[in-house]
Nanobody, 114 residues
């Protein structure tokens, strides 16, 4: 019954912002590490950001200063605030839980173009 459901993707112009949400269910994820990955056409899946159960944050160099990962443990929610978006940010974004080998959301498309 463990499930991750993503939302918030869409199309934006360069310089715009989006906030992705990941709703986790099936158990309390408060102390489980969570992460956002992305995969663009023709490229390998890459880690974008992560947040540990203790709140330790990591970011890919390409998104530092523009993206922010956060969580609301009371709601079992994880967010990715994306600002100053660039065309190179275009990808399918996936939520990941570091639990029992890893759980993944279905992915949400983010497209940045004029």
């Amino acid at each position: 019954q463990v499930q991750l459901v993503e939302s918030g993707g869409g199309w934006v112009q360069p310089g715009g912002s989006l906030r992705l949400s990941c709703a986790a269910s099936g158990r309390d994820f408060s102390f489980i590490g969570m992460a956002w990955y992305r995969q663009a056409p023709g490229k390998q899946r890459e880690l974008v950001a992560s947040i540990s159960g203790f709140g330790t944050l990591t970011y890919a160099d390409s998104v530092k200063g523009r993206f922010t990962i956060s969580r609301d443990n009371a709601k079992n929610m994880v967010y990715l605030q994306m600002n100053s978006l660039k065309p190179d940010d275009t990808a399918v974004y996936y939520c990941n839980a570091r639990y029992e080998g890893g759980y993944w959301g279905q992915g949400t498309q983010v497209t940045v173009s004029s």
